[in-house]
């Protein structure tokens, strides 16, 4: 049995990843906090037009037509990006959310990038909801509304997501599994957990190499190479589990959501860990604003706490393996 991922998914990987360094450099990311709806439309178009955005719709609606499996490795690609915009909620979650729900005059110009689809399991917290044309709330069933009204923008540490309550009066109830929405978030933010802890990693062994201290670089202390390291073997573990998750959705299995939970308990920690590393080893300049590096912790430390935190997800796969809590 072949457990990696073919050619034509990993050139997949490549081609998004050359995609997102051309269109979305860390001043995209630095401008998406500073002002305007918290996501660049040009990227956007040119993520529908390669057809990550659709690629979970069926082909009939201008889809391709793919899994799961598929779009794993290019939502870590966004997360390594730090890809400010509803990429997980939209291309993982509402597309096939609304094909599955048969709305499929929403799913074309969703799957082609006319349209941005936000999701929240919450309405008084709804991220991107000031970009979006349509929002799906996941609770306690699956809502729908078209071009929410945001109200007044609540508090958050990620400032590109431009999180605000939204007013459910008037929503449409579709007719769908939630709880596979819910997985799918959370599969969708593991994964982009895992981008963000590799270029943590990437470029903190990139700044440890450059500055030097006692005429020797930082990096070769046996302290800094210890704490990159344990990173590194974190991300690796928790990589594994990700893409067991993503190939349980994709073909439903029993152990579905088990899998994903594992899968996001693991990412948080790696990212959690790469972050923390990454802030020690950077030292004084990791805080500043001038420098690159918060854009991709802030982004960490909020998915980390998106569709379920770690204790959420170590419950649930507690729960699978021994059983509900107090169970005889």
């Known amino acids: 049995m072949f457990f990696g991922f073919t050619d034509e998914q990993l050139a997949f990987r490549d081609g998004v990843r050359a995609l997102l360094s051309r269109a979305c450099p860390p001043a995209a990311v630095r401008a998406a906090w500073e002002g305007g709806p918290g996501y660049d439309p040009e990227a956007w178009a040119a993520l529908g037009e390669m057809g990550v955005l659709g690629l979970l719709a069926p082909e009939a609606a201008g889809g391709l037509g793919m899994s799961e499996i598929d779009m794993v490795l290019l939502l870590e690609e966004t997360g390594r990006a730090a890809f400010p915009g509803p990429i997980v909620e939209h291309a993982a979650v509402a597309v096939p959310l609304l094909a599955a729900a048969g709305l ?6 969703a799957a082609a990038g006319r349209l941005v689809v936000t999701v929240s399991d919450r309405a008084d917290r709804v ?3 000031s970009a979006a044309d349509v929002a799906v709330i996941l609770s306690p069933a699956a809502l729908l509304l078209s071009a929410p ?3 007044p923008r609540l508090e958050c540490v990620d400032r590109s997501r431009r999180d605000a309550a939204v007013s459910v009066e008037g929503a449409v109830a579709l007719d769908t599994d939630v709880g596979l929405a819910l997985d799918r978030a959370a599969l969708g933010t593991a994964a982009q957990l895992c981008g963000l802890a590799a270029h943590l990693i990437d470029v903190t062994v990139e700044y440890t190499s450059q500055r030097r201290q006692f ?6 202390y046996q302290a800094v190479k210890h704490h990159l390291a344990d990173a590194l073997l974190l991300l690796e573990h928790a990589r594994p589990p990700v893409y067991r ?3 349980s959705v994709a073909h439903d299995l029993p152990t579905r959501s088990r899998d994903v939970s594992m899968a996001k308990a693991m990412a948080n920690r790696a990212a959690g860990v790469a972050a ?3 802030l020690q080893c950077h030292g004084a300049i990791g805080y500043t604003w001038e420098s690159d590096l918060h854009l ?3 982004r960490v430390w909020v998915l ?3 569709w379920g935190d770690t204790s959420h997800h170590r419950a649930r796969v507690a729960d699978a393996v021994l059983g509900p809590a107090g169970q005889a």
Not at 215 to 220: D, F, H, L, M
């Open 149 to 151: 009204a945001a109200g």
């Open 127 to 129: 991220g991107w909801v």
């Open 276 to 278: 923390r590393v990454a």
């Open 215 to 220: 005429g020797v670089p930082i990096g070769s």
């Open 296 to 298: 991709w912790l802030k």
């Open 304 to 306: 980390e706490r998106a």
């Open 104 to 109: 499929f005059d929403l799913v074309g110009p």
């Open 245 to 247: 998750a993503a190939w």
